[in-house]
């Protein structure tokens, strides 16, 4: 079967392979392609030897007597195992993915190039290089020098992906690790987007219907600029833009004091929630040199760890979800299109030429203007004037684009903090997104701060596009960094959040009106209690399947009236006696889902028409709020009838039960949540082709949904897989400030971006079944466990190459 789909897998591609394929040695020449994993290899740009033991799971272990080796090896090894995400990465990150895909998979290639060179990233990645200090640059330099040194001595091809695209990567430079903080910055400060589809909302909805969906919205917010707003065409807006690099919402983490723990010293747990698929973005690894020890999660591409414990202080990152970007109405200068308005006169606009190769087709030519605010983004159909009202355009400003951006500096120095102190010193630099950064040391401090750029306003809330030539809503500034959320050693002993609000309404700035739903931080504190905790048992919390959402939805829904429906009558009965734990083998959870899908589609659809959408299948609250003080929006306006909350529950029950007896049969009792909530675990390029998911897929059922702490996020939208699980918890860990050794780890697939690998998939029944892993010993230890061991040695002078 494999031998098939590999030939599938070429013929479909077309590529210069086929001859392999047709010859029939494709598939065993692939499988025999896999990394050197064990031996010697003689590097350039080595100070001294280092050594690497891949452990039974692939982790290696790197032991470098200075910073810059293990850099290097990190690089090395990063591009061993998964040199298909990081080109990926910072392709998209420099506008030049169209040069790889064309529209083979449509126009999302062009449309993201368009966007990215629009906000300049590249550029953006070049100066968050040059601001480095001259020790950080070099740890930047070494691992890029170690990507290039694998590229220039490996004796195995290309990973597949290149061999079906044909494609020779170029060599790694300093300031390509430096995109993936800007392209974390754009997926995780997504209020752009919000801005859009409250100004779509406005122009089917009064003002106040708007904020009821909305609920953390200060009344009258959503009416700024309404008679302007009307004028955009914000439906070809929203089109132009492409899609979202991914997910922005949740993670998890807390940390608490050693008084609260079995112990005596802190423990501190995380899982940040992204995108899921194969490979997932984290990466494991293990780094000891004499002044160190780094452990934790990697991201192929970034040479610092991102997420762990250096042996002395662990930390863990949440989404702050705050709102730090702004759309800015600009008004075009009537006597001269080149210019634009502003508070003190006419300003030219900034004005650029950006060629996009396009594979297989005529180069796209993109015309960038700017102006004080920032790029113009009503721009990126290519100019299509139609959208914007005449004389106006559409600006985005945005902290995470412009300045001396030092997030990079942060992320080095807080590697190298011993102390919960110096970590919050260090952050002080971080400028995009904003994180809540959860840390704890190995003394017993513990600590709390949400680090970044944040704007504040002269006027205005940001929830909607503002005049830009007024300067009335122009920014003043940034919130100083110690006025942001913080604190150090609470009274409590104790800090959570799963990304809900950081700050009480009485904070003197303005973060967001948008907080997610405080689902799984009340979860995570009911399950905290007041009782000591240790490592196994918090290890237990993060898989923790109870929803709290639907403990406080379903008593409002079980008020349905079946009369003499026996179907509905049994489905309501089974919920009856349901706690609310979204376990995959019970009927209860996929009931509940299926109704609350159509019942929020009953409640929104019929006033919202095409902005119903993803937006509000993910919230709750408002549901709620109609079934109980907003009974208006049951009504369906479609219809000369007032249909009631009670007409509302009958109808979304019959037509949730009717889609799953199609979708599972007619007998409720045998129904399972894992038929449908399974985790994809995608790959972003071959899971296009036919048959190659059937082979080397890792999809798997699991617990949870979008509102546990094990997080199980779906598209709800999605009419065929409403329930897939494909956000989530790519990483989990748990650090015991006990004993450093003990802390756990998992990922949700393997170390390896290849297929072919042993460890293509092999943490993730692991990782949904709540297993983890200790990284941890010696060389001998290691050894006598039976890890690989590769030596890199530095290449010498006369010493062949």
């Known amino acids: 079967m494999r031998r098939t789909l590999t030939v ?3 013929a479909t591609a077309g590529l210069a392979v086929l001859a392999l394929a047709a010859a029939g040695g494709a598939l065993l020449w692939l499988r025999g392609e896999q990394p050197t994993y064990a031996g010697t290899a003689t590097l350039a740009g080595l100070e001294r030897p280092v050594e690497v033991l891949r452990d039974g799971d692939g982790v290696p272990h790197i032991f470098a007597e200075t910073d810059a080796d293990a850099a290097f090896a990190l690089g090395y090894v990063h591009a061993q195992d998964r040199l298909w995400q990081m080109e990926l990465m910072r392709r998209i990150g420099a506008g030049r993915l169209a040069e790889l895909f064309g529209t083979r998979f449509g126009d999302w290639p062009v449309a993201l190039d368009r966007l ?36 220039a001595t490996r004796r195995e091809a290309l990973p597949v992906e290149f061999q079906l695209l044909n494609h020779q990567p170029e060599p790694w430079v300093p300031a390509d690790s430096m995109v993936w903080a800007k392209l974390m910055a754009l997926q995780l400060s997504a209020n752009y987007r919000q801005e859009i589809q409250r100004a ?15 609920p953390d919205s200060p009344a009258g917010s959503a009416v700024t600029l309404a008679a302007l707003l009307g004028a955009f065409d914000f439906d070809r807006v929203a089109a132009a833009l492409p899609p979202p690099l991914g997910p922005d919402l949740a993670s998890n983490e807390w940390v608490l004091a050693g008084g609260r723990t079995a112990t005596g010293k802190p423990i501190l747990a995380n899982d940040p929630h992204l995108g899921l698929e194969a490979p997932v ?24 760890l991102v997420l762990g414990h250096n042996g002395r202080l662990a930390w863990g990152f949440t989404t702050t979800h705050s709102d730090t970007q702004d759309l800015f109405v600009e008004r ?22 950006e060629v996009i190769k396009v594979a297989g087709a005529a180069d796209v030519t993109l015309e960038v203007r700017r102006t004080r605010h920032g790029p113009v983004i009503s721009d990126l159909p290519g100019g299509d004037a139609d959208m914007a009202p005449p004389g106006h355009v559409l600006a985005l400003s945005f902290a995470g684009i412009d300045g001396p951006d030092t997030t990079a500096e942060a992320l080095y120095r807080l590697n190298r903090a011993t ?12 400028r995009t997104p904003q ?8 003394a017993g401090a513990i600590g709390f701060v949400s680090p970044a750029l944040v704007p504040i306003r002269r006027k205005g809330d940001g929830t909607v596009p503002v005049p830009g030539w007024t300067g009335e809503y122009d920014w003043a500034g940034f919130v100083p960094f110690d006025e942001l959320p913080q604190a150090m050693d609470p009274p409590s002993g104790r800090v959570v959040n799963a990304n809900n609000a950081v700050v009480p309404p009485s904070y003197p700035h303005l973060l967001t009106t948008d907080w997610p739903e405080p689902y799984r931080a009340d979860r995570i504190l009911e399950m905290l209690g007041q009782e000591r905790h240790d490592v196994d048992g918090v290890v237990a919390q993060q898989m923790d399947a109870v929803s709290p959402a639907a403990r406080g939805l379903l008593p409002l829904m079980l008020e349905v009236p079946v009369g003499g429906d026996a179907r509905a009558a049994a489905a309501v009965d089974l919920l009856k006696g349901w706690d609310g734990t979204m376990d995959r083998d019970r009927p209860e959870p996929l009931i509940y889902e299926w109704w609350l899908r159509e019942l929020k589609r009953t409640l929104f659809a019929d006033e919202l028409g095409e902005l119903f959408g993803e937006t509000f299948y993910e919230r709750n609250e408002i549901v709620r709020r109609a079934l109980t003080d907003r009974r208006h929006w049951c009504d369906d306006v479609a219809t000369p009838a007032m249909e009631s909350c009670a007409d509302a529950l009958v109808a979304s029950l019959r037509s949730a039960l009717d889609r799953l007896e199609d979708r599972h049969g007619g007998a409720p009792a045998a129904w399972r949540w894992g038929a449908e909530h399974r985790a994809p675990l995608a790959h972003r390029v071959l899971s296009r082709i036919p048959g190659f998911d059937a082979v080397f897929g890792l999809a798997v059922e699991t617990d949870g949904s979008g509102t546990t702490v094990n997080r199980g996020g779906s598209r709800i939208a999605d009419p065929d897989a409403p329930f897939a ?8 860990a748990v650090y015991d400030l006990a004993d450093l050794a003990r802390s756990r780890f998992v990922i949700a697939t393997g170390q390896s971006g290849n297929p072919f690998s042993p460890h293509w998939g092999d943490f993730v029944e692991r990782w949904r079944d709540g297993g983890t892993v200790t990284l941890s010993g010696d060389r001998a230890a290691l050894e006598a466990a039976g890890a690989d061991r590769l030596i890199l040695q530095p290449l010498r002078t006369g010493d062949p190459s």
């Open 8 to 10: 599938l897998l070429l």
């Open 200 to 214: 779509r909302l406005l122009r089917r909805l009064p003002p106040e219907r708007v904020a009821e969906l909305y």
């Open 281 to 304: 973005l984290w990466y494991l690894a293990r780094i000891v040199t004499p002044d160190r020890t780094l452990v934790g999660a990697t991201t192929p591409g970034v040479p610092m």
């Open 332 to 353: 075009v200068d009537p006597d001269d299109p080149g210019r634009y308005r502003t508070p003190t006169g006419s300003e030219p606009f900034e004005t650029r030429t």
């Open 725 to 732: 699980h494909v956000h989530g918890a790519g990483y989990r």
């Open 419 to 430: 102390s919960v102190a110096e970590a919050r010193e260090a952050l002080r630099l971080h």
């Open 435 to 442: 994180q809540n950064v959860v840390l704890a040391d190995t």
């Open 116 to 151: 990215m060179r629009t906000l300049d990233f590249h550029r953006g990645a070049m100066a968050g290089y040059a601001a480095l200090s001259e020790p950080a640059r070099r740890v930047a330099d070494a691992y890029a020098a170690g990507v290039n040194a694998w590229l």
